[in-house]
């Protein structure tokens, strides 16, 4: 074999073949036992409740067995943020091995009311829609959420978001896309759905600023996310493959898809098909080909030296967290590169692995205290840098932030919308 | 010169003698029992664990199936904790005739063997990762049985009764006054210091040794052939349930499920000494392709240490046995009474055998003892539970982790592989009054996890010399000799994963730690006495 | 991004190239598949510390002169790995822990206690650990924590103490435990000393049971953030030379460089990004023209002008031996040299002996660009640093940080163009 073919292709395989049947699972054989992992992760760093994910993850695994009822409820402590098994130097799917083992747990151990209502995003919304203000007082009350708090388990002190009182969807179904040679489609996730609409038209308005056709998919509910961290995998699989059925279409049309929600764009990208079983599944495997973080897309663009996009100066300082989904995408932090682009604009890098919240981890009353110490550091530092605003590209993650720190947090994309003079500083910051 | 006496000297510390240790002891006699290194070292420790149901031999060997069908139950009853239900199937391989299975149905039907044919389709449910290409598959209540556990159970259970068990003694010579064995001299391999036993009768259950034991008796024309097996552990549990190859007995033709590990064994080969048992490098490339026939894809799984095991394999002249393969015998046993074949009274030798016919073993050997003495003492061993059995549950795989989540917020995880706490091993230490850290492993399985050693042996090396019986020479003495150790079983095997993992493990102890780097012990390079070796 | 420059591997080595060429304007992009070999090591810089006979160095620097003649010191010579050192020391002192700084050079070797017990040289090390250089003996009291299982002073103090080395010691054990933990880690305790209410615990609990001329010793906790002030109120605080004694991962001396490369990365304009890994590379004549990357589920590609690959060895998943006994360098497939044929012997019977797998790895000619069976080069655009290269067993020489550092640093200038005639001043370097 010449030295051609063998710069050209594998000679080795990284990860075990599929006819071990487990691909997670079968990663497994790969820990040394390093403990890199646990330096990182976030959780095992800031309470002794989480043995950490080497310790639930590849090792305890070889001490699960079909049949058997799972022994070790502190597994539950995994807040699912992945960063084990971005940093884990041997390949071994450290994150999506506890995922799993934790839904075989939860099979058992059964869900309670709150986690199947939190892991259920379009129930919340549909739900609080309608009454949106009154819901939004009845949030922001303390006594309410005390009597929350003991009713259904959500900490009184937890961020959550205000109900838009519409439906980005209503929105979209409204708006007419100009013609463009370019075409990309929008997922725009729950959380513009029901509570940052702005957020999805001015994604919208800056895709058409710089040229694309922007088709937003009707029907667009959840990626299961929520349900697949809550291990509800079967309730998961239902509403991944709803979500992929509206996006295929696009996918099959060769239209890339774009999300703003980085945790929900990495469910359809990867997550879903390693972590529940659906690899092969059609629909999902062509919407994962096709979709991108908004930032990956943009940077992709500019690049190629596609990206015709103007940018004022923006003098403001920003922080900048990268949430630890957004780090799972493996893209490095294009939200940075697009910003370097703006002048003036200050953007002060936040060193942390994981804000704490990890999408619906972070409001449950038993691990409250946790995320709030797993994120004490990037509150330091933000608050520390006095910033305009923060930055971060999970909407969660934003809530959590800003309802710890008090500074308003946006979507990169916003501070891109922006400068590009699309919209004014006072709807930058402007609640959403 | 020190003398003790006993009314039974039991030479052999694996699981024959350790039963027959138990069996002797419940019938009210006073037991010393011997092995020349810690119990279960030989064949004992070295074989799959299977717990056979009789499946493998109901074609070729009756008896033997008669035999496994009869014990299995009955070792689930009294020592359910050292078992684990795994059941079991028997797989036609696309290699594999499947004229055989009829075969099988026919002898599982006349040895009274519970077994249903199953399609393929349930099998590969049951098994996800079996060969997608097997034609037929057979249940059979097989199960995986901890070999250490066993026989630290019978042992401990002895000793409750009041026998005493002396690991590290090798028996040197064997007494005799006029025609009759009246006990042995042994040497404590610790010490080096010799003592004689005084016995009223000598069982020989030393298995693959047995014959070099008789020998010091004076006794001609036994010989044992080691038949070796080599078996390799794979990292995890790739089935669930113990496989077998539906066909005559073959190479590499059984995967064992047993604690964490799959185990796939074995092969065949003649060696001329039962301690030399090399492991060669055709065997294993053999072995790992017998696995991937059964489960594919085990090329490419992790595969964690390799050793050889030994079949005694009984060769006597004078009745005109010739063994030829080492399978074409018949598994069972037999009880060799010297009295008759040799006129050498008061000693008894157990010859063939498997595990799982452990306790029929033991059964046969003090009944014949028992008939020559003239004392009528019944065999209580179906019946009763040596110590660590009590709650009368099967093993289960998740009970490690369950006793883990436990302790969790109590106290240190020492081996993190294994699951094994602080203080359960600083008890064990305690217990064992041991020097050796291969030892503990045995009684553990300290350090058989995937990193073999490489966090853990450090630890319970600073943990044992902590616990005041060593000094650091001794310490440092027992890491080596334990890294020693466990490179013979790693580096026939070592690829892929397992290199990754003794490359950092090599980081640690000779980078990192420099243990080979330490002064040597002082003095002679003997260690010193421990305290009184206890089991109790 | 489109980098001019791919680093593969988060090592020792490639950070250092990295840090290197982007502090000289490249811009360069570090893909990993996960953190490197730092965590997991003493944090020194090991520049020799044992002979082809394994007898101990006291003069690396001389002493690579008795190498093989494939030894990757050959690739740098002297001056390289003198230049190399000096460099790490000048960026660790300018870095976001300074003035937490690296002493010594690649002269003289200091003596070290490891964990247990040993003494070790050791080459360029933390301002924490040099003040446990056991070069003329001495008495230690060494300190550890019932809490942390992977460090016992009593067994460090033992064989200390019977040592050649002329060191008596004695341990005594703290029943300190940070954050309440049952089972804290390193980590854990690196935290906890970094806090002031912890050390002035520590402090009151050992202060009047050192003797006169005891030094301390500590295991490799003093602190993740703050080392420098950490050590030096120890210092201050017993009145004499603390020093702390690396242990088993997670290596907080090892992750202090991690961190402190990894921002000096990011401060001139580069990235770590993890869990890419290299699954091969289209070739256009001479040169890698595209790098092919799993990313997730998803294939991307990269056209560098160059590659550097630290990958590692062995242990880092750079090297590996597949099930048939052949031997891989696992990224791009480069040949691999040393690697007995299958069929023939790879290790032998003696686990402390040396093995014929030993110095497996990728063979380079003097500009660190892989060669062939024949000595030819195979890629012009690719360099090859660290424990991939072939010729050394760094765990048995103690020499790894050192090549990973050296190797690593000559492979950036040789990108850069500011790679000087090193090579030829090491006698073994062959033609």
């Given amino acids: 074999m010449g030295i051609t073919d063998k710069l050209s292709h594998s000679q080795h395989d990284h990860d075990p073949p599929d006819v071990l049947g487990d691909l997670m699972r079968g990663t497994l054989d790969h820990c040394v036992k390093c403990t890199i992992c646990e330096t990182f992760c976030p959780v095992a760093n800031v309470t002794p409740l989480f043995p950490g994910p080497k310790t639930v993850g590849p090792q305890a695994e070889r001490f699960r067995v079909r049949g058997e009822e799972s022994q070790d409820h502190s597994l539950d402590y995994c807040s699912g943020c992945g960063v084990c098994t971005q940093v884990c130097p041997q390949g071994v799917h450290i994150a999506e091995i506890n995922t799993q083992a934790r839904a075989k747990l939860k099979e058992r151990d059964g869900f309670s009311l709150r986690d199947r209502i939190i892991a259920r995003p379009p129930l919340l919304g549909r739900a609080g829609t309608p009454a949106a203000p009154l819901v939004n007082k009845t949030l922001a009350s303390r006594p309410l959420r005390l009597l929350g708090e003991k009713l259904i388990g959500v900490h009184h002190a937890a961020a959550v978001p205000t109900f838009a009182g519409r439906k980005f969807q209503g929105w979209a179904k409204k708006h007419q896309s100009p013609p463009a040679t370019r075409r990309v489609a929008y997922f725009h996730g729950c959380g513009a759905n029901w509570y940052e609409p702005v957020v999805g038209e001015k994604t919208v308005g800056l895709l058409e600023a710089i040229g694309c056709q922007v088709d937003v998919p009707r029907g667009q509910s959840c990626c299961g996310l929520p349900l697949q961290s809550n291990g509800q995998f079967d309730a998961a699989r239902r509403y991944v493959r709803t979500m992929a059925k509206r996006l295929a279409p696009a996918a099959r049309a060769g239209v890339d898809i774009l999300g703003t929600s980085t945790s929900c764009t990495l469910m359809l990208k990867r997550e879903a098909r390693e972590i529940l079983d659906l690899m092969e599944d059609p629909d999902l495997k062509v919407v994962s080909e096709h979709m991108y973080d908004i930032c990956e897309y943009l940077v992709m663009l500019h690049d190629r030296g596609e990206l015709a996009l103007e940018l004022q100066p923006l003098p403001m300082t920003v922080t900048y967290h990268a949430p630890c989904q957004q780090q799972g995408h493996g893209i490095g932090k294009p939200a940075l590169e697009l910003m370097a682009l703006i002048p003036e604009l200050t953007v002060i890098e936040n060193d942390a692995v994981c804000c704490g919240v990890a999408g619906t981890y972070g409001i449950k009353v038993e691990k409250y205290e946790i995320a709030a110490n797993v994120g004490r550091g990037l509150f330091d530092q933000i608050e520390d840098a006095r910033p305009d605003l923060a930055v971060c590209d999970s909407e969660t993650c934003r809530w959590h932030i800003e309802g710890s720190t008090g500074v308003r947090t946006v979507h990169p994309l916003e501070i891109i919308h922006r400068a590009a003079g699309l919209s004014s500083d006072a709807e930058l910051r402007a609640p959403a | ?536 | 991004m489109k980098p001019d420059v791919v680093v593969v591997g988060a090592g020792l080595a490639g950070l250092s190239a990295a840090v290197r060429l982007a502090e000289a304007g490249a811009s360069v992009r570090v893909l990993a598949k996960g953190v490197g070999s730092t965590h997991l090591g003493a944090g020194t810089i090991d520049v020799l510390g044992y002979d082809a006979d394994g007898g101990r160095v006291d003069r690396p620097l001389e002493a690579l002169g008795g190498l093989p003649a494939e030894h990757p010191y050959g690739l740098v010579g002297r001056a390289g790995v003198s230049a190399a050192i000096e460099w790490f020391k000048g960026r660790m002192a300018d870095g976001p822990r300074a003035p937490y700084a690296y002493v010594g050079d690649a002269e003289q070797n200091v003596l070290l206690p490891t964990a247990v017990g040993a003494v070790a040289p050791a080459g360029v090390v933390p301002e924490t650990m040099v003040g446990g250089d056991l070069r003329g003996g001495g008495r230690v009291c060494v300190v550890g924590f019932r809490g942390l299982k992977d460090f016992f002073p009593a067994l460090v103090a033992d064989n200390l103490s019977r040592g050649p080395d002329g060191v008596t010691a004695r341990g005594v054990e703290l029943d300190l435990r940070p954050e309440g933990r049952a089972d804290p880690n390193a980590l854990a305790y690196a935290r906890a000393f970094d806090d002031e209410g912890f050390r002035a615990e520590v402090v009151a609990q050992l202060v009047a049971r050192v003797a006169p001329d005891e030094l301390v010793a500590f295991p490799a906790v003093l602190g993740l953030v703050s080392p420098h002030e950490v050590w030096a109120e120890m210092e201050h605080r017993f009145g004499r030379a603390v020093f702390e004694i690396p242990t088993l991962p997670p290596s907080v001396p090892g992750i202090r460089v991690y961190t402190t490369l990894a921002q000096l990365l990011t401060r001139a304009g580069g990235r770590v990004v993890l869990n890419n890994v290299i699954t091969g590379a289209e070739r256009s004549g001479d040169r890698v023209r595209t790098l092919r990357v799993r990313v997730g589920l998803r294939e991307v590609t990269y056209a560098p002008e160059w590659v550097v690959l630290a990958t590692g060895g062995f242990s880092a998943g750079g090297l590996a031996l597949d099930s048939s006994w052949v031997t891989h360098e696992v990224a791009l497939g480069l040949p691999v040299a040393g690697a007995p044929a299958p069929g023939n012997e790879r290790f032998g019977a003696d686990y402390f002996g040396g093995q014929p797998m030993d110095r497996v790895g990728v063979r380079t000619d003097h500009e660190q660009r892989p060669v062939g069976e024949d000595g030819g080069r195979v890629v012009e655009n690719v360099l090859v640093a660290g424990a991939t290269l072939a010729g050394a067993a760094p765990w048995r020489e103690k020499s790894g940080d050192g090549i990973a550092l050296a190797t690593g640093l000559r492979a950036a200038e040789l990108i850069t163009g500011d790679a000087a005639g090193h090579v030829g001043d090491v006698a073994t370097a062959g033609a």
């Fill in chain 2, 1 to 536: 010169m020190t003398t003790i006496s006993t009314e039974v000297l039991v030479i052999g510390g694996g699981a024959t003698g350790a039963g027959v240790a138990w069996d002797a002891a419940l019938r009210g006699f006073d037991v010393i029992l011997v092995d020349r290194a810690d119990l279960a070292e030989g064949t004992s420790g070295r074989f799959h664990g299977l717990l056979h149901s009789g499946g493998r031999y109901v074609v070729k060997d009756p008896v033997a199936a008669d035999e496994c069908v009869a014990e299995n139950p009955i070792l689930r009853r009294v020592i359910p904790d050292c078992i684990e239900d795994t059941g079991g199937l028997f797989v036609t391989t696309p290699e594999d005739d499947p004229a055989y299975g009829d075969q099988f149905l026919a002898g599982c039907q006349r040895a009274g063997l519970p077994t249903e044919e199953i399609g393929v389709d349930d099998a590969l449910r049951m098994e996800p990762r079996l060969n997608p290409g097997i034609k037929r598959a057979f249940t059979v209540p097989d199960a995986s049985i901890d070999a250490w556990k066993t026989v630290w159970s019978l042992a401990r259970g002895a000793a409750q009764h009041g026998a005493r068990v002396l690991t590290y003694h090798a028996v040197v010579a064997l007494h005799k006054d006029g025609d009759a064995v009246t006990g042995a001299r042994v040497r404590d391999e610790l010490s080096g210091e010799e003592l004689d036993i005084e016995a009223g009768f000598t069982l020989n259950a030393s298995g693959a040794w047995a014959a070099q034991i008789v020998k010091l008796a004076g006794i001609e024309g036994i010989g044992v052939i080691p038949g070796k097996g080599i078996m390799i552990a794979m990292n995890h549990r790739l089935v669930n349930t113990v496989i077998n190859r539906c066909t005559m007995p073959a190479d590499g033709d059984i995967l064992v499920p047993i604690r964490t590990v799959s185990v796939i064994g074995t092969t065949d080969m003649r060696e001329a000494d039962p301690d030399e048992l090399p492991v060669t490098q055709a065997e294993v490339d053999q072995m790992l392709a017998d696995g991937e026939r059964l489960v594919p894809g085990l090329l490419q799984a992790r595969a964690l240490r390799v050793w050889a095991g030994v079949r005694p394999l009984w060769q006597d002249e004078r009745s005109g046995e010739q063994a030829t393969d080492t399978r074409d015998v018949s598994r069972t046993h037999a009880v060799v009474d010297h009295s008759a074949r040799d006129g050498t009274r008061g000693l008894l030798t157990m010859s063939g055998g498997k595990l799982t016919t452990l306790r029929l073993m033991a059964q046969d050997l003090v009944d014949a003892m028992c008939k020559q003495q003239g004392e009528d003492r019944p065999c209580t061993t179906a019946d009763v539970r040596p110590p660590g059995n009590e709650d009368g549950d099967l093993y289960t795989l998740g009970s490690r982790l369950r006793r883990r989540e436990g302790t969790q917020q109590q106290e240190q995880l020492i081996c993190e592989c294994e699951l094994i706490g602080r203080t359960k091993l600083e008890e064990t230490m305690r217990r064992r009054g041991t020097q050796n850290l291969d030892d503990i492993r045995r009684s553990l399985r300290l350090g058989m996890g995937p990193c073999q050693g490489g966090f853990c042996i450090y630890r319970a090396a600073g943990i044992l010399h902590g616990t005041g019986r060593l000094d650091g020479a001794q310490a440092t003495a027992s890491l080596t000799s334990f890294l020693s150790e466990r490179w013979h079983g790693m580096w026939p095997i070592l690829y892929g994963d397992q290199l990754r993992q003794a490359r950092l493990d090599d980081w640690i102890f000779q980078g990192l730690l420099g243990v080979q780097h330490l002064p040597p012990a002082n003095g002679d390079g003997r260690v010193e006495a421990p305290a009184q070796e206890t089991v109790a």
